[in-house]
């Protein structure tokens, strides 16, 4: 009986083919589970995304955990999670991207994480950041620490959808401010890449006061 109002509680249906889930099973069936669109980033640092940022960014590892294609049939899974409200599902991404990380070269440095943060007036909107659920996962599976102070957004960017990749790079400029940190390594986690400028500018305010810091980024998705 427990069990049965546990799954009348609980979504039935696999997110991304819709098939019914057994009680094990959680967002998704084992056959979708097993063939997530994995970047395999973390295992080689001259991956694409590495080629995304500027010539003088200093960085040291850059991966994303899913490839995001429009066509793709994962993508009703992560639109669940941007815009459906469903964070748990960003945190269980987490745990398996974090799982990934801390066995590949990036344990050694022992990041401490931050997830880009949103603006005060954008999180009181929507209730939640989904960076930050996901970075959580990371941060549960791997055991490093999560920051989610030390940086601020101060801007949040304006619609994007008419700029091209220099002017989107202009535009989130000057969006975020950083304290002075002690951290060695930091490990900034977005949910979704697609130029990589947001990133970037976070990492700029971080670096202005911390020029010394190491820096690693990882993302839920790499949009191709
Ligand atoms: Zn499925």
Known sequence: MPGELRNMSFP??????????????????LSCL???PRTY???DKENVLSGMFSVGL???YASA???????????????????????EIG??????????LAASPLKNNVPVIIPVPMSVQKRRRRGYNQAEWFAAGIAAVSG????TVAVKRVREKTSQTV?????????MKHAFTAKKMTYKDILIVDDVITTGATMESCACAILDNNPEVCMHFASLAYVE
Request: some cysteine; charged content about 35%.
């Open 34 to 36: 097993c063939d997530l």
């Open 163 to 171: 700029y091209d990749r220099e002017e989107r790079r202009e535009n």
């Open 58 to 60: 200093p960085f040291v």
């Open 91 to 100: 945190f269980f991404l987490g745990t398996l991207y974090g799982k990934e």
């Open 65 to 87: 955990f899913l490839f995001f294609r429009d066509e793709s049939p994962y993508r009703k899974l992560l639109h669940r999670f941007k815009y459906g409200g469903e964070r």
């Open 12 to 29: 039935c249906f696999c997110a991304v083919c819709g098939r019914e889930l057994i009680p094990q099973e959680k967002f998704m069936c």
């Open 41 to 43: 980033f973390w295992m």
């Open 144 to 147: 490093w620490n999560m920051d």
